[in-house]
């Protein structure tokens, strides 16, 4: 089973209906146990960084994420939940983020642009294809993917960032790290590329 961690936000349902559209075993859980047993885990995420962290440390949750990641088990952090992978946010510069992936999240720059980035825009993939990643099967370049947000992750370590997109700037918007898989677009609003990136996680 693939546990959508459930500690009071992020849009959970729209992501427990992309996987079950795709067939696959995932439900939204806040139980230890159904955690612990789960074979892959999906970290949402929707408003801002210290509201996310504040939820999360009061689930009570975040000594078991940190066991259970530190055991390999695979993670998909999506939007908000990318972010919270990092040490800190200039969003809320009083909350500690998970620190799981160095580096921190900062404000989009984008000269003449709205922000919040909103709507879609195109990804354009850092490294070659494999099949252990999450863009096995589409186009170089040309995918476009739905995105909503008005901060960026920046990691210490550049090669861990799979894919950019650009909005006044050059913006991450997938990391991988070991066993860490993180979005910054939504990949369950996403339509038939969205629903093969998690088909990807599905399989890894």
């Given at each position: 089973?693939?546990a959508?961690i459930d500690?009071?936000?992020g849009?959970?349902?729209?992501v427990?209906?992309?996987?079950?559209?795709?067939?696959a075993?995932?439900g939204?859980?806040?139980?230890?146990l159904?955690?612990?047993?789960?074979d892959?885990?999906?970290?949402?995420g929707?408003?801002a960084f210290g509201?996310?962290m504040?939820?999360?440390e009061?689930?009570?949750?975040?000594?078991?994420?940190?066991?259970?990641v530190?055991?390999?088990?695979?993670?998909?952090?999506?939007c908000?939940?990318?972010?919270?992978?990092?040490d800190?946010?200039?969003?809320s510069?009083?909350?500690?983020g998970?620190g799981?992936?160095s580096?921190?999240?900062?404000?989009?720059?984008a000269?003449?642009?709205?922000?919040?980035?909103?709507?879609?825009?195109?990804?354009?993939?850092?490294?070659?294809?494999?099949?252990?990643?999450?863009?096995?099967?589409?186009?170089q370049?040309?995918?476009?993917?739905?995105f909503?947000?008005?901060?960026?992750a920046?990691p210490?370590?550049?090669?861990?960032v799979?894919?950019?997109?650009?909005y006044?700037?050059?913006?991450?918007?997938?990391?991988?790290?070991?066993?860490?898989?993180?979005?910054?677009?939504h990949p369950?609003?996403s339509?038939d590329v969205?629903?093969?990136i998690?088909?990807?996680?599905?399989?890894?």
């Amino acid at each position: 089973m693939i546990a959508i961690i459930d500690y009071g936000v992020g849009n959970l349902f729209s992501v427990e209906k992309a996987f079950a559209a795709l067939g696959a075993e995932a439900g939204i859980t806040s139980n230890p146990l159904e955690i612990k047993s789960a074979d892959k885990l999906v970290l949402p995420g929707v408003g801002a960084f210290g509201d996310c962290m504040k939820n999360l440390e009061e689930s009570g949750l975040i000594p078991l994420l940190k066991e259970e990641v530190a055991g390999g088990k695979l993670l998909l952090g999506i939007c908000v939940g990318l972010q919270i992978l990092f040490d800190g946010s200039e969003e809320s510069s009083e909350a500690q983020g998970l620190g799981f992936i160095s580096g921190q999240v900062k404000k989009i720059q984008a000269d003449g642009l709205k922000v919040p980035h909103m709507g879609w825009n195109r990804l354009h993939m850092c490294k070659p294809h494999s099949t252990q990643d999450l863009f096995a099967g589409l186009a170089q370049d040309k995918e476009y993917v739905y995105f909503v947000h008005s901060y960026y992750a920046v990691p210490e370590d550049k090669s861990v960032v799979t894919a950019t997109t650009d909005y006044g700037e050059t913006l991450t918007a997938a990391v991988q790290a070991k066993n860490i898989f993180a979005t910054q677009f939504h990949p369950e609003k996403s339509g038939d590329v969205g629903l093969r990136i998690i088909e990807n996680f599905c399989r890894l």
